[in-house]
């Protein structure tokens, strides 16, 4: 089952069937669900597995099909982005009874790395070849798909991505594993230049700086990217340059960089209005362009308009959800750090301050974006959850040893 997780993974992203008519014209993608229903009813050994983050995603779910079922701008048959937000937390379900080895999480996690490594070399091999966007007086670079294609979005895809490279390093042995990172992160780095997005860029590069600060070789790694980053800088085509300089208010697209801003701020004001509109349950998700012509282009405008009361409590208990995870995994690796066996414990915990780490960038970039349905909110909620469950497997099985008067540190902790 592990390895057709995998295989959604891989066409959720990259998204052939949008790429190719045919594979569109013959609904691949449903297909392709439905025979992983169908082993999944059939030969997948299921076990739920139990995590708040859970009651915080069905939370809110259910406020998101009731806002959008009771929305007055547009029928949920035709919500095309609550539609979507269901496929995406299908697969949650999914994830979340099917993986309960960590062998078997390393593995899914390994998959959407290499499936987003895929998608990112496949956009810009089609971007060298001439395929790209012409917009905001710059030709960008755009994902290879249709639905997150768009510069901004492939962007901050990248940088949510980015975060599971954490857990990933643990599991590099050999040198060509050594190689391949490196060229991921030189081709995200490349690729986020290339799309002409500052919000992007602004995420890469705060991602980037929490690495290199929290890391213990932090020494080493400052001096390596003040000689790096203006290297980066100098093979960035030089309208790019003109474009990311209007942050600093030195070039002539400051006018259109305060527009950006503007309509971001507008978004979230545009959010406070359509609160006064329907203040319990929102107007329904997407539905913001309905009243102002625009979407949100901002989080916090976005869940306060689209969701109301109600899907303000609920993101809310799910980003409590998400910390608590960490609190308590924190707590477990520390224990088993006391003993000794952190490096078993080592990997769960990556995984889950991935997690935090990809929130706290979505929460950042909520600032100029809407991406309360990027599927990286549940994707990465159940890697954290079932990362939990295994380490809180180890404690348990730690604890066990020690009441019968064995040694913790000879006992198998492997699953």
Not at 48 to 73: D, K
Not at 128 to 147: L, P, Q, S
Not at 397 to 407: E, H, N, P, S, V
């Amino acid at each position: 089952m592990i390895w057709f997780l995998i295989g959604y993974m891989w066409l959720f992203m990259h998204r052939p069937f949008e790429i190719y008519p045919m594979l569109g014209a013959i609904r691949f993608e449903r297909l392709y669900v439905l025979l992983m229903t169908v082993l999944w009813f059939t030969v997948s050994k299921k076990e739920w597995t139990e995590n708040r983050i859970n009651a915080g995603l069905c939370g809110l779910g259910f406020v998101i099909f009731f806002s959008s079922l009771v929305s007055p701008y547009q029928s949920i048959m035709d919500n095309i982005a609550t539609q979507e937000w269901f496929k995406i937390f299908y697969f949650y379900l999914l994830i979340m009874t099917s993986v309960k080895k960590e062998s078997d999480l390393k593995k899914l996690t390994a998959g959407f790395t290499i499936c987003f490594f895929i998608y990112m070399l496949h956009s810009y091999r089609e971007f060298i070849n001439g395929r790209g966007r012409f917009e905001m007086g710059i030709w960008r670079m755009m994902g290879v798909d249709v639905t997150l294609g768009h510069p901004n979005s492939f962007g901050v895809s990248i940088c949510y991505a980015a975060t599971m490279l954490l857990p990933f390093v643990t599991q590099l042995k050999k040198k060509w594993h050594w190689l391949f990172l490196l060229a991921y992160v030189l081709l995200s780095i490349r690729c986020v230049q290339l799309t002409g997005s500052r919000s992007s860029l602004i995420t890469l590069l705060a991602f980037f700086t929490c690495i290199t600060i929290a890391s213990k070789h932090r020494l080493k790694a400052i001096p390596v990217v003040i000689i790096l980053a203006p290297i980066a800088w100098l093979v960035i085509p030089d309208e790019l340059k003109e474009r990311y300089l209007s942050l600093l208010g030195s070039s002539d697209e400051l006018k259109a960089g305060d527009a950006g801003i503007a309509g971001r701020t507008a978004g979230f004001w545009d959010g406070l209005r359509n609160f006064q509109t329907s203040p319990i349950w929102g107007i329904g998700l997407d539905c913001s362009h309905f009243i102002t012509g625009f979407a949100t282009h901002n989080l916090y405008g976005q869940v306060i308009g689209e969701t109301g009361i109600a899907g303000i409590t609920a993101f809310l208990f799910l980003l409590a959800a998400v910390t608590g995870n960490q609190l308590q995994v924190m707590n477990n690796y520390k224990e088993l750090k006391a003993i000794g066996r952190e490096e078993e414990a080592l990997y769960a915990y990556r995984v889950s301050t991935a997690t935090c780490m990809c929130y706290a960038l979505l929460l950042f970039n909520g600032l100029a974006s809407h991406n309360l349905d990027r599927y990286n909110l549940l994707w990465f909620g159940a890697f954290q959850g079932i990362a939990l469950a295994i380490l809180d497997e180890k404690m348990r099985k730690i604890k066990q040893a020690i009441l019968r008067g064995i040694d913790p540190k000879t006992i198998d902790l492997s699953s």
